[in-house]
């Protein structure tokens, strides 16, 4: 049994060049989950070294690389990290678990679904394959400020074919993200199962409903900058962004920019947030704690998360400060709100820490950091000074690598023996887990200190005193900290898939739908329905099945009166 | 077992405090050196306390509770679906948190921003920043106003003034003037009136009325050849140098010349943007006591990122006690008025550019003027002296080294192709060169 990879015996009698072709032509919501996946840790990976050669660059004073392969780098990790990996393996989790969840036998348009994946791979590759151009990559920032992204005006370095490639690369990553946004909506919207109520969707699919708002409402206003720097930067008679006499200005970018991108971090964070709502009530027995308040609090976050972009621009002396301070602080309190939900839900449960657990708790403390450092940059005095130091650094690597990177990971963990039908290994999890959780930590605390002090970012070398030196070196050491734990992971993963422990149908006593079919599902998802009566349709299955031999506590009724 | 939690986050809340302590002031901001900075910093503190607070209490209670409700047996634990009453409260207490933090980074935020009375003296340094470096201009009375409207976005305007004699000792095209935050060049200066060039550098040709006070830009000239990178000394550059005064309300006039850049001093904890197309005013007052006249350093850089050489982007704020200060800017200004004094008139004999001057011969006359249009003054000085870059009055290189130099810069000067700057400008810029005495 161990010889053939669960997801294969469909494959038993096929050719390999005919099991290629099925993956390239798939429609299937879970192949096409699948691809995103892999093809985001792949370029996941990629992103990854590129910060390794960075942090090896900064280790110590004087330069390695130069300055303008160090201004690639950042360029690229930054874009790989966001557009390449963060937003679309949080889009492969919800292609994957989405229709599952809400017992849909497929998303509501299956070729557009393929057409996404399609464009996505393609625009990834096209911007990372502006390496081979001269001039290489793109190196303004991933946020691509002109004019230093512009080859016009009085920019004494304009920059070459890379940039272009990066815009184009973006659009269509813009458009495949868009196009997805649309499916998923139609899929909640429209194939829920009998009984699935909107108020009984789990709380993975809600994250997922708010996050394609958010990205049907703010990419087209991303795409418009890009195309409108693309004119500019192309002749083809654009000035929108050069100040230098046609009225161009150059603040623009940074609104229409941050107008999407500032929504993006939501759209990026919302989803592991989401998987962490799944996990923690699995692993603490427990439902979640104020389901209601909880959806809610997303809700909240993805309306507030449309009226603080500015909070990015506080030291461009072209906003108004009191309003973008005011909204940005506010967003402080759905944020808490989750926070004291989770930590309520495990109150009083009953705790076990597989990996997957041990993953959405190292959010909880890490994100916790991400979370309270932006309190200091929502108070704009501070934030003339934090601004675009190693202080910000830290802070978006908190949110975003321990946050939505661990929320991704506890996916990985939690939802694999779904997908593959075998359990990953726990030893390899948990050396996986401290690596990331320790050395993440020495990777971006001592960021912290550096930003304090005054270290800008984005500079490829610093003065030989000043005390900055100790910190950067203990920030390299966590990186490869990190980066060591990615192999057990890695090895994981290839060993597990042929000869992990088999999993069965719902090795969590899980809550949701997905649990309740084997693994790995079939083709239509399920052969039979089981009833949805609350948010917890499994364990109110399981209730069933065991009569009332679930001990005393099962006199608490589980479909609850908070389920309308 | 609530007791025993409270305990443990005090514990901890002391511990990390004590940790801070003996890592230093890295875990804090920097001794803030302006009145602005001690504000920002108080500002910072109370932020500082509130997030050590929620973190050290969150952190305790996921730690205390994974440990405590670890899962000991089958027993299905009560399943409680939430708790109105407690909903509502950490809804409610986290938004007064925010509300009352909001307000008091109001307040603060006023005051850092407040600009100086009307009648209190200001200091006004005006901060150009390109890539990769800075200069910094100084204003000095001339004791003249506009005496006529000077329009928007004209690009050469006659303008009356109150009193044209205070321009008879400043050369054409080497002299910038200042009026409110534009920065202008004098072309010529007529019997009741000059004639000026506009939109010369970072700053925005904007309307005057009548009656605005036109003041004398110079450079500062002080540079210090520190090692603060590794690359600069072998490139020759120095750091450059902007000398402020302690006790006296400064006022930065921050204009970018090509891409976006910031005026950042940790000292100061306070930075504020160089936006091409735009003039931003950043107050500060410093206040740091016990200075001796030799004045402290405080170090900063360009905080926004602005292509290759951003990292090296590196100035210095020289801070003097107030007498140094008038005195230090005293001989500043006489040895710019040196450096502005009109040109002497041209040997006799000598022909005006036309036909017979070609490429090889240039034509001094022009070339300063071009020097000037051209912008090689703010980092050569405005007699090829150098500063932020090498000295070339009278440079002994051979025209085509300087063409080349053009073409394709050794070090960090931008680069300036034949269709930007013609070989026919840059022989005449040489000519002028080859006039003035090398150094």
Not at chain 1, 205 to 232: G, H, K, Q, Y
Not at chain 1, 269 to 294: A, D, T, W
Not at chain 2, 219 to 237: H, I, K, S
């Amino acid at each position: 049994m161990a010889t053939v990879a669960p997801t294969a015996p469909g494959y038993a009698g096929m050719r390999a060049v005919d099991v290629i072709i099925e993956w390239l032509s798939t429609t299937d919501h879970k192949k096409i989950g699948l691809l995103y996946i892999f093809t985001a840790l792949g370029f996941a990976l990629v992103g990854g070294a590129f910060s390794l050669v960075m942090r090896t660059e900064l280790a110590q004073t004087g330069t390695i690389i130069g300055d303008e392969t160090y201004n690639q780098l950042f360029t690229m990790h930054g874009s790989i990290m966001l557009f390449l990996f963060i937003l679309p393996v949080a889009a492969g989790f919800m292609n994957y678990i989405v229709p599952l969840q809400i017992g849909a036998p497929d998303m509501a348009f299956p070729r557009m679904n393929a057409l996404s994946y399609w464009m996505f791979a393609f625009g990834g590759i096209m911007m990372v394959s502006s390496f081979a151009f001269s001039g290489g990559s793109a190196s303004a920032g991933w946020t691509s400020y002109p004019p230093v992204a512009s080859n016009t005006g009085a920019n004494a370095q304009p920059l070459g074919a890379g940039t272009d490639l990066w815009l184009v690369g973006v659009v269509i990553l813009g458009a495949a993200s868009t196009a997805g946004a649309i499916n998923f909506l139609t899929t909640i919207f429209k194939l829920r199962a009998p009984g699935m109520t909107m108020f009984r969707l789990p709380l993975f699919t809600w994250t997922t409903l708010v996050t394609s708002f958010l990205v049907l409402l703010a990419t087209p206003v991303l795409a418009s900058a890009l195309i409108m720097l693309f004119v500019d930067r192309n002749g083809a008679g654009g000035a929108f962004f050069d100040p230098t006499g046609q009225g161009g200005q150059v603040l623009l970018w940074q609104n229409l920019f941050w107008f999407y991108s500032h929504p993006a971090v939501y759209i990026m964070i919302l989803p592991p947030m989401g998987v962490v709502s799944e996990i923690i009530p699995v692993f603490s027995r427990k439902p979640l704690f104020g389901y209601r308040s909880m959806v809610l609090a997303i809700v909240g976050i993805g309306l507030l998360g449309f009226i603080v972009w500015a909070h990015h621009m506080f030291t461009t002396g072209g906003v108004f400060l009191p309003f973008f301070m005011a909204s940005t602080f506010l967003i402080a309190v759905p944020t808490g709100v989750k926070f004291f939900n989770w930590i309520s839900t495990m109150f009083r449960g009953a705790v076990t820490l597989p990996t997957a657990m041990l993953f959405a708790i190292g959010f909880l403390m890490l994100f916790l950091i991400g979370g309270i450092t932006g309190v200091f940059h929502a108070a704009v005095p501070v934030d003339f000074h934090l601004h675009d130091t190693y202080f910000v650094v830290s802070h978006l690597h908190y949110v975003l690598a321990t946050g939505a990177a661990f929320g991704i990971l506890a996916a990985v963990y939690f939802w694999f023996p779904k997908m593959i039908g075998r359990l990953l290994n726990e030893g390899l999890g948990k050396l996986h887990f401290w690596s990331a959780f320790i050395g993440a930590n020495m990777l971006f605390w001592p960021q912290l200190m550096l930003g304090l002090d005054g270290m800008p970012r984005r500079i490829n070398d610093y003065a030989p005193y000043g005390g900055w030196e100790l910190m950067n070196l203990i920030s390299t050491v966590g990186a490869f900290v990190v980066a060591a734990g990615m192999i057990p992971f890695l090895f994981n993963i290839l060993y597990s898939w042929k000869y992990g422990e088999e999993a069965g149908d719902d090795p969590w006593e899980a809550n949701t739908l997905e649990w309740a079919t084997s693994s790995p599902p079939p083709a239509h998802n399920f052969d039979r329905l089981i009833p949805v009566k609350s948010e917890r349709p499994l364990f109110d299955h399981r209730m069933v099945e065991s009569g009332t031999g679930a001990g005393s506590a099962s006199a608490t009724q589980p479909a609850a009166a908070q389920d309308g | 077992m609530l007791r025993l939690t409270i305990v443990a986050v005090a514990a901890a809340l002391l511990a990390m405090l004590a940790t801070l302590e003996v890592v230093g002031a890295q875990a804090f901001p920097p001794q803030a050196r302006t009145e602005q900075g001690d504000e920002i910093r108080t500002l910072y503190m109370v932020v500082f306390i509130v997030a050590a607070v929620v973190f050290v209490a969150v952190e305790i209670a996921i730690v205390y509770i994974i440990f405590r409700y670890r899962r000991r047996g089958d027993a299905l634990p009560k399943q409680t679906h939430g708790n109105m009453m407690a909903e509502v409260v950490w809804t409610v207490t986290p938004a007064v948190i925010v509300i009352a933090l909001f307000v008091y980074s109001f307040i603060i935020l006023e005051n850092v921003e407040s600009s100086p009375d009307a009648g209190e003296p200001v200091e006004t340094i005006d901060v150009l920043g390109r890539q990769w470096t800075w200069a910094f201009r100084y204003s000095a009375e001339l004791n003249t106003a506009t005496a006529s409207v000077l329009p928007e976005g004209e690009a050469q305007s006659t303008l009356a003034v109150t009193n044209p004699e205070a321009f008879a000792e400043l050369a054409p095209f080497t002299t910038s003037l200042r009026i409110d935050v534009e920065h202008v060049r004098l072309v010529e200066v007529q019997e009741d009136g000059i004639v000026v060039d506009r939109a010369i550098d970072g700053t925005v040709a904007e309307e005057h009325p009548s009656g605005s006070k036109i003041w004398l830009l110079f450079d500062g000239t002080e540079t210090r050849a520190e090692e603060r990178l590794g690359g600069l000394e072998e490139d020759g550059v120095p750091t450059p140098v902007v000398t402020v005064p302690i006790g006296k309300t400064v006022r930065f006039n921050l204009a970018a010349v090509d891409v976006i850049h910031s005026f950042y001093t940790p000292e100061f904890l306070y930075k504020l943007d160089l936006v091409p197309g735009r003039v931003h005013a950043m107050w500060v007052d410093l206040n740091e006591e016990d200075v001796g006249p030799e004045g402290v350093y405080y170090e900063g850089q360009c905080a926004e990122f602005c292509g290759r050489e951003h990292a090296r982007m590196l100035f210095t704020v020289h801070a003097l006690p107030l007498d140094a200060y008038t005195e230090w800017f005293d001989t500043q200004l006489a040895e710019a008025l040196e450096r502005l004094k009109p040109l002497p008139e041209p040997p006799p004999g000598a022909e005006p550019a036309g036909e017979a001057a070609s490429a090889a011969v240039g034509d001094p006359v022009r070339g300063q003027q071009l020097f000037f249009t051209n912008g090689c003054n703010v980092c050569h000085g405005d007699q090829g002296e150098g500063g932020i870059g090498l000295t070339i009055a009278g440079t002994a290189l051979a025209l085509e080294e300087v063409i080349d130099q053009y073409r394709n810069p050794r070090d960090q000067m931008p680069v300036f192709p034949p269709d930007v700057i013609p070989d026919e400008d840059i022989a005449d810029t040489y000519a002028w060169l080859q006039t003035l005495p090398s150094q």
